[in-house]
């Protein structure tokens, strides 16, 4: 792990307009800067950068962050690998936490295969471009299939001659450890000699998530039957081929911004998409989709078109993995190019217009289409069919997470009609593989836990059945359920004005905490003192965890700013804390035009910003109090107990009348 001094240190010499400059074009606007947004495509730009407060906001999209998390959002790094990258940029030399020898062993072998991998690209690369043999087999290959310079450049496209072992001799004098160079399938060991594996191939680098290369696919261009069209770099600490999309790396931009991934199955097909334009597509390399692939896809977007070929293998291909694309609520859709072509060479025949309107006249729903094909396969049999009803029943429970609710209820009953069956009866036969596919998790966790939970519906099937349908009746009379009553709107806008109250409490302790209060003291001693009493008014637990975190670092003699919170390695406080640092009303560039003299900003106001968010505090506990006073009063009581609550009563009344008073504000009933 990153030494937390190195973080500071790259913190602190982090300039996020430089930074996010690099990326989009901004204009200074007053003390902002503006910029159309990398997320989403616009025309106005909307999307702004303030130096002073470190964060960006776009106001069309809603994307927000400081300078770590634009690079996770834009070049889609981890939160160790932005940091890297700002180290990097601002030559800041890494210093590692103490490690385990295991870990510190692993990494070092990691770096060792990334530096060698990365010798590799650029042997290859210059091969293909300065040698004769690169020039004349394998440019011209590349070129005659349709391949422009540009796009060969930019996939660093390589070619490996035809010789036994003229890379293995390059790599061995240039001091690289045979062994790695194995590890890296770049090169075997036959009779005691390092010989190459890649021989008389175009070579095609696979990049990870941060642009280095971690493995290569090799392409044979001479027609031999006896060897394999493609070979792939072998499993090793950095190539693991179930997490691995190629042209991620290239495409993660255009998927973000375009909010659809399209999923092909091999090299080319992606090369000549990129050329054509058609930038947001990945592959997954022939295999079946893994689990991982999905989660990487689902990172970028949750609309997924995977466009395979229209013969029988290609349909099977393209069906495999479709339960692990719902369960990861993938919204997918389904292209099969004709038969005897591929993307590649459809996007050739057509042209890149004409290719982009026949995706989008020719997407099919992923769970809509393996029913027609399942249909159509079982033909007139009753028992297949039987089958089908069965499997697709099971393919729909899948999607059973609580926000894919309206989803699940839609397929169901268009299934329902194409095959002809109950609406009602299919629906039950979801629920059923629902349940058990709960029994079983259960199970495995009680197993999990040395068998110290026993599971077990409780009731008859017919019973479960019913009570499903209650509970679906129920949520879809919710999901229906017309706008708030009066009374509703009033106790959401008071939920969102205590909540609004509890942000400007915990930004005023980010914004002003280290300024002073008084000559003993300085503002984060006052809130913290304050509001010690109070933690259960606080309804945002997850402020409360700022709240928490700030007192602990600040008891432990650390002074905490906005921007430790800001870029907090827990991306759920760092994005926490950019939400509660937004963007705020501030002054127009012409109000010297309108007014004299200073207005006074925020900066100048804050003791009047935490007393007022104090005093509001105060106030929702006074009244809670008040109300559990009155709902007392109303039970039976003696003469006594009956003064003393009045009293109760009077004394409340009288503070909250008084913080009334003093911060001017109208409580709201």
């Not at 919170?565 to 309108?594: C, G, P």
Request: aromatic share 8%.
């Amino acid at each position: 792990m990153i030494a937390q001094q190195t973080i500071q240190q790259i913190l602190s010499r982090t300039d996020i307009i430089e930074v996010v400059g690099g990326f989009v074009r901004l204009k200074k606007r007053g003390a902002n800067y503006l910029g159309l947004c990398p997320f989403h495509n616009e025309k106005t730009p909307s999307f702004t950068v303030s130096p002073a407060k470190e964060i960006y906001k776009c106001f069309g999209c809603g994307r927000s962050g400081n300078t770590i998390s634009f690079l996770m959002e834009h070049e889609k790094y981890s939160y160790a690998d932005a940091l890297r990258w700002l180290a990097a940029k601002y030559n800041v030399e890494i210093e590692e936490t103490e490690v385990s020898p295991e870990l510190r062993q692993k990494q070092q072998v990691a770096d060792s295969l990334h530096i060698i991998n990365g010798f590799a690209q650029k042997y290859f690369s210059h091969i293909l471009w300065e040698h004769e043999e690169g020039q004349d087999i394998g440019l011209s290959y590349l070129r005659e299939r349709g391949f422009g310079d540009e796009i060969i450049r930019k996939f660093q496209l390589g070619y490996a001659l035809d010789s036994r072992d003229a890379f293995s001799k390059a790599a061995l004098a240039a001091q690289y450890n045979p062994e790695y160079l194995q590890r890296c399938g770049l090169a075997v060991l036959r009779e005691d000699r390092l010989v190459d594996n890649y021989r008389g191939r175009i070579i095609f680098p696979v990049h990870n998530q941060s642009g280095k290369v971690i493995g290569f696919g090799a392409r044979i261009i001479k027609s031999n039957d006896r060897a394999p069209k493609y070979i792939n770099t072998p499993e090793n600490e950095l190539y693991v081929k179930s997490r691995i999309l190629y042209g991620s790396w290239h495409a993660r931009q255009a998927i973000d911004k375009q909010d659809e991934c399209l999923l092909v199955e091999g090299y080319t097909d992606v090369v000549s998409l990129h050329q054509a334009g058609i930038e947001n597509v990945v592959a997954s390399g022939g295999t079946s989709l893994t689990i991982d692939q999905l989660r990487l896809i689902r990172k970028y977007t949750n609309r997924l078109t995977i466009i395979y070929d229209g013969d029988s293998a290609g349909i099977k291909a393209a069906l495999r993995g479709l339960d692990m694309a719902l369960e990861e609520s993938l919204d997918v859709k389904l292209v099969l190019i004709p038969d005897k072509e591929d993307p590649d060479s459809y996007v050739r025949k057509l042209g890149a217009s004409a290719f982009r309107d026949f995706i989008a006249a020719n997407k099919k729903d992923f769970i809509l289409f393996q029913l027609e094909v399942s249909l159509r396969d079982a033909g007139g049999d009753s028992n297949k069919k039987a089958a089908v009803v069965n499997q697709v029943a099971e393919t729909i429970s899948r999607i059973n997470k609580a926000q894919d609710f309206t989803r699940q209820q839609d397929y169901i009953r268009q299934c329902a009609e194409l095959l002809r069956i109950d609406e009602g009866g299919l629906h039950a036969l979801v629920n059923k593989f629902i349940r058990e596919g709960l029994g079983r998790r259960e199970n495995r966790e009680a197993s999990a836990s040395g068998g110290q939970f026993a599971t077990g519906m409780g009731v008859s099937e017919a019973g479960g059945l019913a009570s499903d349908h209650a509970s679906r009746a129920s949520d879809s009379a919710g999901f229906a359920a017309g706008a708030p009553s009066a009374e509703e709107e009033d106790s959401i806008s008071l939920l969102f004005r205590h909540e609004q109250n509890e942000r400007g409490m915990i930004r005023s302790l980010l914004e002003f905490g280290l300024k002073p209060w008084n000559e003993d003291k300085l503002v984060a001693d006052y809130i913290l003192e304050q509001a010690r009493d109070y933690y259960e008014m606080i309804d945002n637990k997850r402020l409360l965890r700022i709240l928490e975190t700030y007192k602990e670092w600040y008891e432990e003699g650390i002074e905490p700013s906005t921007k430790s919170f800001l870029y907090h390695e827990d991306q759920e406080l760092s994005t926490l804390a950019v939400s509660i640092m937004d963007f705020r009303h501030q002054l127009s560039l012409n109000w010297k035009d309108h007014y004299e003299g200073k207005i006074a900003t925020a900066e100048d106001l804050y003791k009047e910003d935490v007393l007022s968010t104090m005093s509001y505090l105060k106030l929702r506990k006074i009244k809670r109090l008040m109300d559990e006073n009155q709902k007392d009063l109303d039970q039976p009581h003696s003469d006594a107990e009956q003064l003393m609550l009045i009293q109760t009563h009077m004394h409340l009344k009288n503070m909250e009348m008084e913080l009334l008073q003093h911060v001017g504000t109208v409580i709201v009933k």
